[in-house]
T-cell receptor, first 112, second 116 residues
């Protein structure tokens, strides 16, 4: 069945460091891919999305490119801030089903 | 930003009590969902609805029940709460409307339930 695999956390970085959080997926067809962010004590916020191969989603300095050949959707940011500390979830949505399948989440901690 | 609201945000109740978690969205979305998430853990779909009078069980078995009498409202009820129900419950919705391609699911801020 469909699944999403994320790199295990926690990821600990210093402010202004480069961030990569790996995400790979298994799905039939052509799913849409998402990154959601969850700040402490809050719900999930959509961070970015991509709906087809080679699409690049971007928001707030974060980027992820839909790579069909490697079934990946890695999240990147060039310079992280303390305020980016949160849990990041990769997810896929297969067309016609409208149910998100989530990865396990990756906790990011950014230190000054 | 999506307009989806959950109440209460935080609730502490005793074992055996009946509780209802409210979820409302003002976007006219036809699809709504409930996810359960233990702190720092994965999200699990427990209920979903594709429209009025439609409800389905999700991937994770839950003792809770849901109803969908109105498009904008998708409450979740626990008839007799137990400590094992302590968790965060996240409501979500998706649907076709202006600015939304229809394949994005938006989440509320969550309801933190503690059963003592």
């Amino acid at each position: 069945g469909d699944s999403v695999t994320q790199m295990e956390g926690p990821v600990t970085l210093s402010e202004e460091a480069f961030l990569t959080i790996n995400c790979t997926y298994t799905a039939t067809g052509y799913p849409s891919l998402f990154w959601y962010v969850q700040y402490p004590g809050e719900g999930l916020q959509l961070l970015l999305k991509a709906t087809k191969a080679d699409d690049k989603g971007s928001n707030k300095g974060f980027e992820a490119t839909y790579r069909k050949e490697t079934t990946s959707f890695h999240l990147e940011k060039g310079s992280v801030q303390v305020s980016d500390s949160a849990v990041y979830f990769c997810a896929l949505l297969r067309g016609g089903y409208n149910k998100l399948i989530f990865g396990a989440g990756t906790r990011l901690a950014v230190h000054p | 930003e999506a307009d989806i609201y959950q109440t209460p945000r935080y609730l502490v109740i005793g074992t055996g009590k009946k509780i209802t978690l409210e979820c409302s969205q003002t976007m006219g979305h036809d699809k709504m969902y409930w996810y359960q998430q233990d702190p720092g853990m994965e999200l699990h779909l427990i209920h979903y609805s594709y429209g009025v009078n439609s409800t389905e069980k999700g991937d994770l078995s839950s003792e809770s029940t849901v109803s969908r009498i109105r498009t904008e409202h998708f409450p979740l009820t626990l008839e007799s709460a137990r400590p094992s129900h302590t968790s965060q419950y996240l409501c979500a919705s998706s649907g076709w409307n202006r600015g939304n391609s229809g394949n994005t699911i938006y989440f509320g801020e969550g309801s933190w339930l503690t059963v003592v």
